[in-house]
């Protein structure tokens, strides 16, 4: 069965914050399932429709270095988009968005969620 698998215990890291507004736009409305939150990288404020054209997702296990687990391409609109990817037990993601549909290199990002199963 396929589970979130972000909790409240999840380690996460974001490169930039907002104005380092994190009450407002930190990295913890990438996870929220709210509607009216999202996070929000350092430039200036902007709506949404800023997105990457390519994504990567990186992982691995324990120490282990991070490997490459899929590239993605976004589309640049604002309907939900899902990503699938092969399955692969790691411990840490990385997940990088690159090629910025703005000219400043914006992103925004409302919704994240990593979905699988988690291992006994």
Excluded at 23 to 29: A, D, I, L, T, V
Excluded at 33 to 60: I, M, P, V
């Amino acid at each position: 069965m396929t589970h979130n698998l972000v909790c409240p215990q999840t380690a996460s890291r974001v490169s930039s914050v907002l104005n380092r507004d994190t009450r407002q736009f930190g990295k913890k409305h990438l996870f929220d399932q709210r509607e009216e939150t999202c996070w929000t990288s350092d430039q200036l404020q902007f709506q949404g429709g800023f997105c990457s054209r390519r994504g990567r997702l990186h992982g691995a296990q324990g120490s282990e270095p991070l490997a490459g687990i899929a590239d993605f391409y976004p589309e640049d609109g604002n309907s939900l988009q899902t990503f699938p990817v092969p399955p692969a037990e790691v411990d840490r993601l990385r997940l990088t968005l690159e090629d910025a549909s703005d000219l400043f290199g914006r992103v925004v990002v409302y919704h994240l969620r990593v979905l699988g199963e988690k291992l006994a």
